[in-house]
């Protein structure tokens, strides 16, 4: 197999030659591969040298892929690379400026909308989130994953309401209905992953919560099954 290094000498002279939209991704990828591997590296031996040798890479691969971008701005693989770039080196707001740009773009590009999804749900951002992962699902109706994030962002959504009526000592059961709303999201998501038991358990939990005892029990039932 040849190694990732080898790799970035002919691709840059390919670069240099066509500075073609292929040849920015593929380069880019080369240091995204070296930039892992030192953060792997670095999770298991806690060498802040990794560390820091990754986050030279992952600039190395923003700043080529920047590049790119001023020369091919409808370029969405470019665009693509580079968002997950911005994610992987922690720049969080300039990825959700750059996932936005590709919306404003490509409004029916459902990887824009789920990534963007995936980053406002992160920021606890439950509403935006919710928009985003449901208009990934009206573009490409077979997307299991933006089904499993549409419920977590429901699921955590309530969860943060009903704390607020603990704390506040408040009647407000505004929580349950985004439980409720959790549900056929994980459900469709339990269609093409039938076996993850851990959707199974946080089934089960929604039920409990509202109070439908015999659909919790068969859901934790489901959990358990396929937990062994």
Known sequence: MVEEKELEAPLKKILELSHAPDAY???????????????????????VADSLEAMKMYDKEIALLEEGYKLHPEDSAILAQLSNAYVEANKMDVAMETFKKGIEKDPTNEKYRYNYGVLLLGANQYADAVEQFKKAIEIKSDYPSAY???????????????????????DDMTYKEK?????????????????DAAIWNYV????????DTEKSKEAFDKADEYSK
Request: charged share 25%; glycine share 6%.
């Open 179 to 195: 439980f409720k709303e959790a549900l056929p999201a994980l459900e469709k998501y339990l269609e093409s992953n039938p076996k």
């Open 25 to 47: 991704v593929d380069l880019s990828k080369v240091y995204n591969n070296q930039a892992i591997t030192l953060m792997n590296s670095y999770k298991d031996t806690k060498n």
């Open 148 to 170: 499993y994030n549409l419920g977590v962002a429901y699921l955590k959504w309530g969860a943060e309401l009903q704390e607020k009526a603990i704390q506040e000592n408040s």
């Open 204 to 211: 089960g939990k929604v039920y409990a919560n509202l109070g």
